[in-house]
């Protein structure tokens, strides 16, 4: 069962920046995509940005040239670089990976982010 461990978050201002760490731990099968979701509060879970194994990506609109998602294949682990900050940015965060089986079905605990205006 795969394990994820969310790092990274905390508080910033508007226009700033913040670098989210996810590691991918007790799969016994290859990690094929990896993605970030967000949950604001009373907010349905979203799909931020997403990449596969091989480095390819796919964003959320809203977030498209602000956002950059990467990975270090070796240690199963997934990046996520936000820039240019927005108070609308303000939810948790999570990661979750893919193997054969499909995607983790028990998320992390998530880490905050909040984008004060």
């Known amino acids: 069962q795969v394990q994820l461990v969310e790092s990274g978050g905390g508080l910033v201002q508007a226009g700033g920046s913040l670098r989210l760490s996810c590691a991918a731990s007790?799969?016994?099968?290859?990690?094929?995509?990896m993605g970030w979701y967000r949950q604001a509060p009373g907010k349905q879970r979203e799909l931020v940005a997403s990449?596969?194994?091989?480095?390819?990506?796919n964003y959320k609109d809203s977030v498209k040239g602000r956002f950059t998602i990467s990975r270090d294949n070796a240690k199963n682990t997934v990046y996520l670089q936000m820039n240019s900050l927005k108070p609308e940015d303000t939810a948790v965060y999570y990661c979750?990976?893919?193997?054969?089986?499909?995607?983790?079905?028990?998320w992390g605990q998530g880490t905050q982010v909040t984008v004060s205006s």
């Open positions: 990449i596969t194994r091989g480095g390819s990506t």
């Open positions: 979750n990976a893919q193997n054969i089986r499909g995607w983790a079905s028990n």
């Open positions: 007790g799969s016994m099968f290859r990690i094929y995509d």
